[in-house]
């Protein structure tokens, strides 16, 4: 697996420590004096090493090329003009060259490396002086984040290769993919070890154990799934899935910040409910930090350093239609709509009137003095954007508990789903089935890339429901002269015949590289 082997290769020779790590996380040393021989003496230093695993290069493309992308523009929520690969997602045409694709891959197992190499090293070259426990909690970070990582891969192309040393790729660079219940399994794996020895508190921004046990809930309630096609998913994953989910809900002592909008402000970075959240700082270079303000629709006035957006992405007709009159804390806070007036950008000048059809403004966080961040840039934002909230892992309890039922009026599905509603301004439900639960995930996790995922895990057992909810929607943009939604130049023409499955080609230049990749699925266990 040459690619992956030629971006793996030094982390091999040195301990890395990425760059783009906000230093209000933690600071770090200077990558030239960081070595497995002169590092990992103190509780310090693995508290540094760590550090680095939640930002940085291995992060900073995905984010960019592939959170919205796959997650929004894959699954119908949004539409992006002007990029070929973008449009090839919209309209399930994928090819092994795809960028985006290509983008996702190579990330995932860069990020895979560096926990690697960080388990290693924590393994092999910490000092004894160092207690176990504390060796144990940074070797669980690290696992936390490679079997978010292995989720990811799962998700998108079923079977794949496990790495778990880095340095057999030197022997036996040529891999096997592995079942899909297996790289499964493997992440449940590292998430069940981070459970058992990460802390029911840290420092803001790092992960706990509620973090691990709400990751785990949503794999499991994947895996239930799996292979089922009778509709029906395995009741053993979901009650899996409601152990861990009802724990986070009922045991973390954690709960929804009070105003939706707020999540996405940087002054509510790492917030009770943010449970896994990558760490930007401002100044980064290209490809190393937050580049999400790129997507801005607006111009200078709520840009970093006078730097207009130019990757303008916005809601599918689709999308917009699903967010009721009732329903506009939510739909303000992620997609900016003609007349809309936000107080918390260009807040110097007044505040800022949205002039256009329609944009996102997600991850829209504002100038320099918005954020009271002078060296943050346009490719460099201090959002630290949650991957895993609190509110994801209510809905993941409501979904558990619903499990096989056709619909249920429980009263601790409801109580959870209610909150996540009644935090909107929304009336709440006293029956919830999974049509509710799946458009309720789907407006509150606009933007944060979970749609596609959420198709992918009905797709495992209905496949004919999930295809049918993306042949149904109208994957077009809109403009909104004089108030009336008029739909645009669609990007693609969704019909049954293009979609064939939800898993993706393998990068054209791994299997060059690998032909072993195209051999049937080997087991792991």
Not at 30 to 40: H, K, T, V
Not at 320 to 340: C, E, H, P, W
């Amino acid at each position: 697996m040459k690619p992956i082997l030629a971006k793996t290769i030094a982390f091999l020779l040195m301990v890395m420590v990425m760059a783009g790590c906000s230093k209000s996380f933690l600071d770090r040393p200077p990558l030239s004096q960081i070595s497995a021989d002169n590092f990992y003496q103190t509780p310090e230093d693995l508290r540094l090493a760590t550090a680095a695993l939640y930002a940085g290069s291995p992060w900073g493309d995905w984010n960019y090329t592939c959170y919205l992308p796959v997650g929004e523009v894959l699954s119908g929520n949004m539409a992006v003009g002007y990029w070929g690969d973008a449009v090839q997602l919209n309209t399930f045409t994928v090819t092994g060259l795809n960028g985006i694709m290509v983008a996702n891959w190579k990330a995932m197992y860069n990020i895979i490396a560096h926990c690697n190499v960080t388990i290693q090293a924590i393994t092999q070259k910490a000092a004894n002086t160092i207690p176990d426990k504390d060796k144990q909690a940074a070797i669980a970070e690290a696992r936390f984040i490679r079997g978010f990582a292995y989720y990811n891969l799962a998700v998108l192309w079923g079977a794949v290769p496990i790495i778990e040393d880095n340095s057999k790729l030197v022997i036996s660079p040529l891999l096997n993919r592995i079942k899909t219940e297996d790289v499964f399994k493997f992440t449940i794996n590292d998430l069940t070890f981070a459970a058992e020895n990460l802390p029911a508190a840290d420092a803001a921004g790092r992960v706990t154990t509620w973090s691990a046990q709400g990751m785990l809930s949503k794999v499991y309630l994947t895996v239930a799934g799996l292979n089922q096609q009778g509709g029906a998913r395995d009741q053993a994953y979901l009650d899996s899935a409601r152990k861990y989910a009802g724990n986070v809900c009922k045991n973390s002592g954690l709960a929804l910040l009070a105003n939706y909008a707020d999540l996405f402000k940087t002054q509510f970075n790492d917030n009770p409910e943010s449970l896994f959240a990558l760490q930007w700082a401002p100044g980064a270079a290209w490809l190393e930090g937050n580049m999400l303000q790129i997507y801005s629709p607006g111009g200078t006035e709520i840009s970093a350093n006078g730097q207009a957006g130019w990757f303008n992405i916005g809601p599918t007709v689709d999308m917009y239609q699903l967010y009721t009159t009732a329903d506009s804390v939510r739909r303000k806070a992620t997609f900016m709509i003609n007349g809309d007036y936000y107080p918390e950008l260009n807040a110097a000048g007044g505040g800022y009137t949205f002039t256009g059809d329609c944009g996102l403004k997600k991850h829209i966080i504002g100038t320099n003095k918005d954020n009271n961040a002078p060296t943050m840039t346009q490719t460099s934002s201090t959002e630290h954007n949650a991957l895993l909230r609190l509110a994801d892992v209510y809905l993941i309890y409501a979904e558990a508990i619903l499990g096989n039922s056709g619909a249920t009026s429980d009263g601790e599905a409801l109580l959870y789903f209610n909150k996540v509603r009644e935090r909107a301004g929304i009336a709440p439900a006293t029956m919830i089935d999974a049509d509710t639960l799946l458009n309720e995930r789907r407006i509150e996790l606009a933007g944060e890339g979970q749609y596609w995922i959420d198709l992918v895990r009905l797709s495992y057992y209905n496949p004919a429901k999930a295809i049918s909810k993306l042949n149904g929607e109208q994957r077009v943009t809109f403009t909104l002269p004089d108030g009336v939604l008029t739909p645009a130049a669609p990007y693609g023409v969704i019909t049954p015949a293009t979609i064939q499955s939800f898993t993706f080609p393998i990068p054209s230049a791994e299997i060059t590289a690998n032909p072993k990749l195209m051999e049937p699925p080997a087991s792991y266990y």
